[in-house]
C-alpha cells in the first residue's frame, strides 16, 4: 500500500513552453500532497502544500504564478510549470500522507519528473 | 528558518562494516524520519520515528529519536552493495505535516 505515482517520468520542452506534471496516489486517498524540487547532488527543497479542494500554500520564494498546482481531487494533484525556462530544469517529487502500518501518518515519495528545459 | 544538519556528508566502506549517521536540529521535531534515495528515483521511507527516546528497527537498519526531539541517528549493520544511495533524515512539522530534510549521507560501499 501507499503507493505514489507520477507522470511523466522525465520530460524536454523548449524555453517558453509549459509543463504539466501528475501526481497520483494509487491506493489511497490524500487531502494533502506536497512538491519538491530537488537540484543535483542537492537535498529536496518544499516548493508548495496542496490542498485538495482549495488553493496551494507555497513556500517563500517560491512564484505561484510560475509553478502552478491543482489538487481537484483526492487522487491527483498537478504542477504546472508556466513559461518553463533552462533555470527550471530539475528533478520534481511529488508526496502525500498516509497511515503506515503503526497506525501513524507517514509521507510517501512519488518516483519523481525529471524536467529538461532547452 | 529551520535546518536540519545531517552528517557525515559522504561515507565510503567496505561491505560488511557498519555505519552510523545522524541529524542535529535546532527546533524540536515531533516526528523524525529517515529515507535512503536512489539515483533518479524519489526517496523511500526506511524509518519513521514517533516519540523521544524510541528506538526503532527495519531489518538491518535502527534508528533512533533523541531524548531532546532535537537529533535523531541511523544505523546500518553490516552494510551490502545494495545499501549504496544517499540517506536523508527529515523532522516532519506537526501542524503542518511539511518535512524539512538534511543535506544527504551519500554511501558507498566497496565489495
Redesign the interface.
Given at each position: 500500500g501507499a503507493v505514489v505515482s507520477q507522470h511523466p517520468s522525465w520530460v524536454i520542452c523548449k524555453s517558453g513552453t509549459s509543463v504539466k506534471i501528475e501526481c497520483r496516489s494509487l491506493d489511497f486517498q490524500a487531502t494533502t500532497m506536497f512538491w519538491y524540487r530537488q537540484f543535483p547532488k542537492q537535498s529536496l527543497m518544499l516548493m508548495a502544500t496542496s490542498n485538495e479542494g482549495s488553493k496551494a500554500t507555497y513556500e517563500q520564494g517560491v512564484e505561484k504564478d510560475k509553478f502552478l498546482i491543482n489538487h481537484a481531487s483526492l487522487t491527483l494533484s498537478t504542477l504546472t510549470v508556466t513559461s518553463a525556462h533552462p533555470e527550471d530544469s530539475s528533478f520534481y517529487i511529488c508526496s502525500a500522507d498516509a497511515r503506515g502500518t503503526g497506525g501513524q501518518y507517514e509521507q510517501y515519495f512519488g518516483p519523481g519528473t525529471r524536467l529538461t528545459v532547452t | 528558518g529551520q535546518q536540519l544538519n545531517q552528517s557525515p556528508q559522504s561515507m565510503f566502506i567496505q561491505e560488511g562494516e557498519d555505519v552510523s549517521m545522524n541529524c542535529t536540529s535546532s527546533s524540536i521535531f515531533n516526528?523524525w524520519?529517515w529515507?535512503k534515495q536512489d539515483p533518479?528515483?524519489?526517496?523511500?521511507?526506511l524509518i519513521?520515528l514517533?516519540k523521544a527516546g524510541e528506538l526503532t528497527s527495519n531489518g538491518r537498519l535502527t534508528a533512533q529519536f533523541g531524548i531532546t526531539r532535537k537529533d535523531s541517528f541511523l544505523n546500518i549493520s553490516a552494510s551490502i552493495p545494495s545499501d549504496v544511495g544517499i540517506y536523508?533524515c527529515?523532522g516532519?512539522l506537526s501542524n503542518?505535516?511539511?518535512?524539512?530534510?538534511?543535506?544527504?549521507t551519500t554511501l558507498q560501499v566497496k565489495p
Open positions: - | 516526528t524520519l529515507y533518479g528515483e524519489g526517496p523511500v521511507l519513521a514517533y536523508f527529515a516532519q503542518t505535516g511539511k518535512l524539512i530534510f538534511g543535506q544527504g
